[in-house]
C-alpha cells in the first residue's frame, strides 16, 4: 500500500466513477430523447446527477461562504476571511467583521485534522461571528505540501498551537473540537511553563478524545486491534505525481471516508438512494439538506502519515494525554501546571466518535486548577456532529460556552453583560 501507484490507483476509481456520473447525466439529458419520453432516462439522469456530485467533492476544497449577518445597529455585517498567521501545513484565519467597532470576545476555534477541512466548523463560525471576533486553524492538504517542507506530527501540531496563541494573546478563549481537543491541552500546558504569560484566558474542550479508555467506541476499539506496523503498511500510501506534494506519506482522506462511511454505511446507503428519488421527481434542489451535508462530508483531505500514525500510537495506544506522559521535543508537558485557564468540556450523551467520559477526563488531569475554574456540560441526545453544529450546539451548547467564556474573561471589554460568579465544575 505504501506506493505512489496505489494512490494514483485510488485517484483513478474516484475519477472513473465521477466520469460515469457526468456521462450518464449527459446521455439521458440528450435533448433528441425528450421526443420519447421513458421514466427510465429520467432516473439515469438522477443517478448520474448526485454521482458525478458525489465524487467530485472528494477532491474538493469547500468555500467559507460566511453570510453577512444584522449587527446591533441594525446594518448588514460583511465578513471578510484574511489569513494572519501562514505555515506550510496550517494557516490561522480571521473572520475580520467589516463596520464593528465595539470589542468583541476573542476565540480561536481550533478546526480537528482528521480528514475534513476546517469548513467542517462552518455553521460553528456562522453562529459565533455576531458576538466574538473569530479565528480558526486551517489546516493544509498534505497531498499539496512538498517533500521539502518537511515532517508533520502531533508535536508539530502542538506547537502550530503554541505559536497561534502566543500571537492572539492571552485575552484569547480557545474552543477546540473533537481530534485537537487532547493536544490543545498540551498546548496551553506547555505555554504555562514556557510563557505564562501568553496563556488563554479560558479553554473548552468539545467531544475530545482525551483519555479514549475512559468509554470504548468502535474508533477505540479499532486503535486497539491492529499494531502500528499494519497501520503503515495498509493504511499510509505516497501522494502520487499529480500533486505538489508527490512522494509524501499520508494517510489518503479518501481512506479516512471510507472508514466514516463503513460505520453507518446503511444509513448513508439509504440517504444516497432517497437523493436519487428526489432528483428524479423534481423535489431535490442545489441548496437542499443532503447536498449541504454531503458537500461537506465528502470533501476529504490527506494527513500526513506522521501525523496520523503518531496520533494513533500516543494518544490511543499508549494514552500519553491521559497519563500526562506527553513529550514536546523530548520536554515533558506537564498539564498539571495549568493553574489560571478556565477549562470547560463538552460532551453529547450519544456520541459514537468521542463518548461521554473521554473528554471530561481532562478535568482530573487538572491537578493545580481550582474547582472554580472548571466546568463539564453533557448534552442529552446530542451525537458527534450536533455538540458543536446544529440544533443542540445553536440552542444549548453555544450559550452555555458564551457565559463560561464571560463568567472568566480577565478584562471584560465594552459591550459584555455584567460579569457573575464563576462557573462550577458540575462534576465536582
Known amino acids: 500500500m505504501r506506493y505512489m501507484v496505489t494512490y494514483d490507483l485510488m485517484e483513478t476509481i474516484r475519477n472513473t466513477n465521477q466520469w460515469m456520473g457526468a456521462s450518464a447525466l449527459a446521455l439521458a439529458s440528450y435533448p433528441a430523447f425528450s421526443m420519447f419520453p421513458n421514466p427510465a432516462l429520467g432516473w439515469m439522469a438522477a443517478w448520474g446527477e448526485v454521482t458525478e456530485r458525489t465524487f467530485s467533492r472528494m477532491v474538493m476544497k469547500p468555500d467559507w461562504n460566511i453570510p453577512p449577518f444584522v449587527g446591533s445597529n441594525g446594518t448588514d455585517r460583511l465578513v471578510s476571511i484574511e489569513k494572519v498567521v501562514e505555515r506550510d501545513f496550517g494557516d490561522l484565519v480571521h473572520f475580520r467583521v467589516q463596520g464593528r467597532s465595539v470589542p468583541k470576545r476573542k476565540v480561536m476555534l481550533v478546526a480537528p485534522m482528521s480528514g475534513h477541512y476546517a469548513t467542517l466548523l462552518r455553521s460553528t463560525v456562522i453562529s459565533l461571528l455576531p458576538d466574538c471576533d473569530v479565528y480558526i486553524t486551517d489546516w493544509h492538504n498534505a ?140 423535489l431535490a434542489h442545489e441548496h437542499d439538506k443532503h447536498n449541504k451535508f454531503y458537500d461537506e462530508y465528502l470533501a476529504v483531505m490527506d494527513m500526513t502519515a506522521e501525523f496520523y500514525l503518531s496520533t494513533v500510537d500516543r494518544i490511543f495506544k499508549n494514552g500519553e494525554i491521559a497519563s500526562n506522559s506527553f513529550t514536546v521535543k523530548g520536554k515533558h508537558v506537564d498539564i498539571g501546571k495549568i493553574t489560571s485557564v478556565a477549562v470547560k468540556t463538552v460532551e453529547g450523551s450519544k456520541d459514537d466518535i468521542s463518548a461521554p467520559g473521554q473528554c471530561i477526563a481532562a478535568l482530573d488531569l487538572l491537578t493545580g486548577l481550582p474547582d472554580d475554574k472548571k466546568a463539564s456540560h453533557v448534552e442529552d441526545g446530542a451525537g458527534h456532529y450536533g455538540i458543536f453544529a446544529g440544533r443542540s450546539w445553536r440552542n444549548n451548547i453555544r450559550p452555555l460556552v458564551l457565559d463560561f467564556i464571560d463568567d472568566n474573561e480577565k478584562e471584560t471589554p465594552p459591550g459584555y453583560r455584567k460579569k457573575k460568579a464563576a462557573n462550577k465544575n458540575a462534576a465536582a
Open 143 to 282: 497531498r499539496d505540501i512538498p517533500v521539502s517542507a518537511g515532517k508533520f506530527d502531533i508535536e508539530d501540531y502542538t506547537l502550530y498551537l503554541v505559536d497561534f496563541m502566543k500571537h492572539l494573546g492571552p485575552d484569547t478563549h480557545v474552543i477546540a473540537v473533537c481530534q485537537p481537543a487532547p493536544l490543545t491541552l498540551a498546548a496551553t500546558a506547555y505555554l504555562a511553563e514556557e510563557d505564562p504569560s501568553a496563556q488563554p484566558s479560558t479553554l473548552t474542550l468539545i467531544g475530545g478524545p482525551i483519555d479514549p479508555s475512559a468509554a470504548p467506541t468502535e474508533v477505540t476499539d479499532f486503535g486497539h486491534s491492529v499494531t502500528m506496523g499494519q497501520l503503515e503498511e495498509f493504511m499510509c500510501q505516497r501522494v502520487g505525481f499529480k500533486y505538489a506534494g508527490v512522494g509524501r506519506r499520508v494517510y489518503p482522506g479518501l481512506l479516512q471516508l471510507a472508514s466514516f462511511i463503513s460505520m453507518n454505511g446503511e444509513t448513508h446507503a439509504n440517504a444516497f438512494q432517497d437523493q436519487i428519488t428526489r432528483v428524479a421527481q423534481g
